[in-house]
């Protein structure tokens, strides 16, 4: 079956951190996140990988080739990005036979993708305890009889997890019209099919969709937790790695250094001497984690420093950040309240007790620079030696 890949968006609701890269392409453990996609179609036998692109397209297409794994991958262009729906009608081209259609923003269990090729007509879906956020799905004897978009007053528990295998036919229904909020939606083409075919729900324990940057965090929280150890790269004896810790060949750990897995240590990073690495964390290609540093559960991407006296919790680093000596990241409120973020102008709930901070590429703090919980630092945004900073910038 062909597996089409929706990776055109860019991600507003993660800005900063898609200001170089489309959401699709940021880190979650050793590869992006859509190529957890990809993997979990090609492992489910997938025999075609059709990439819909726009924001940022030349990472997606840098990254994969026109051969990923064995495997060809194609690519369309939705120009402006009009919805899902619309996003798979820019692939139409590609179709003829069963299609499946995949969000490159989502991870998937890789059994649950095989077991949706399996069984087209079918949709992924997960039981959630708060469904009024999902789209929400009945079934009867077996088999998904309606689909209706976050409801007041939620028919089950059943969420859509955003994974489809449609027939054929479903390639003429591409064309719906504009939704509510001015999108065309790829779940009207499946209420659709679900109008006109017995569509099988197959049930998925495990499920993520990737939309803010704490989800990001998660995300690499589940990959970084399926790590194996491995050490392929230079480490003293002097330095301590418990667990599953992955030192990829090029990367660098220096005497006094203690990692605690999970965690990731890409070619080309340098960590100590006595640093301090607690999982869940992912040190990026060329990070530098320098003296008196201690990292815990956070996302340190490529060619981010942080060399001295420093502490990072529970935070996401884009690219090429420095962090001044003595920067310290708090990421628990006094009153034990969950972290709250901003998402585009909006301040919400992360439904997190310990969440730092977000910074996009190319930010610098200055010396002493305290960061409170939940601060939002704009790509390139600086700090003055010994600032408190309280709000976003
Ligand atoms: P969304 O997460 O709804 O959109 P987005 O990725 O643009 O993010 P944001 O809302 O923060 O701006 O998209 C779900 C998936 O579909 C995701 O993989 C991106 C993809 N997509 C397209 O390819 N084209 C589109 O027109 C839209 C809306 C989404």
């Known amino acids: 079956m062909k597996a089409v890949v929706l990776a055109a968006g860019e991600g507003t609701r993660i800005r900063p951190l898609s200001g170089s890269v ?20 090609i492992d489910a036998g997938a025999d075609e990988i059709v990439l819909v692109v726009g924001y940022e397209s030349e990472t997606v297409r840098e990254f994969f080739g026109a051969t990923y794994r064995g495997v060809s991958v194609s690519y369309a262009v939705q120009t402006d990005q009009n919805g899902t729906a619309d996003a798979v009608n820019a692939a139409s081209e590609y179709l003829d036979g ?12 890789p059994s649950a993708v095989a077991a949706l090729f399996d069984s087209c007509p079918a949709v992924c879906a997960i039981e959630v305890e708060n469904p009024r956020n999902y789209g929400v799905l009945s079934t009867d004897d077996g088999t998904v009889v309606d689909i209706v978009e976050k409801p007041a007053d939620p028919p089950t528990n059943l969420a859509n997890a955003g994974a489809y295998a449609f027939p054929e036919r479903a390639r003429d229904w591409l064309d719906v019209p504009a939704s509510e909020r001015g999108e065309h939606e790829i779940t009207d083409v499946l209420a659709r099919v679900i109008d006109e075919f017995a569509v099988t729900p197959v049930t998925t324990d495990r499920w993520m969709d990737v939309g803010r940057p704490w989800e990001l965090l998660e995300a690499n929280e589940w990959k970084l937790g399926e790590l194996d150890r491995s050490i392929e790269g230079e480490v003293s004896d002097a330095a301590q790695l418990e667990g599953d810790v992955v030192v ?21 990073a340098t960590v100590g001497p006595n640093a301090y690495v607690r999982g869940a964390t992912l040190l990026g290609e060329d990070v530098s984690v320098g003296n008196a540093v201690e990292i815990k559960n956070s996302v340190l991407s490529r060619g981010t420093s942080v060399s001295h006296l420093s502490y990072v919790g529970d935070s996401v680093l884009g690219r090429n950040i420095n962090f001044g000596a003595g920067t310290t990241v708090a990421n628990l409120r006094h009153d034990d309240e969950s972290v709250k973020f901003t998402v585009k102008g909006e301040r919400v709930s992360t439904n997190r ?16 620079t305290s960061l409170t919980p939940g601060l939002k630092l704009e790509t390139a945004a600086t700090t003055r030696p010994g600032e408190v ?5």
């Open 22 to 41: 489309p959401k699709p392409m940021l880190p979650v453990a050793d590869r992006p996140l859509v190529a957890h996609t990809v993997d979990a179609a």
């Open 98 to 109: 069963p299609f499946a259609v995949l969000n490159g923003d989502n991870l998937y269990d």
């Open 248 to 268: 990829e060949e090029g990367a660098t750990v220096k005497p006094g250094v203690v990692v605690e897995g999970p965690a990731l240590i890409r070619s080309g």
């Open 353 to 368: 007790r310990k969440f730092g901070v977000v910074a996009g590429d190319g930010v610098k703090t200055g010396i002493n």
């Open 389 to 393: 900073v309280e709000r976003d910038r």
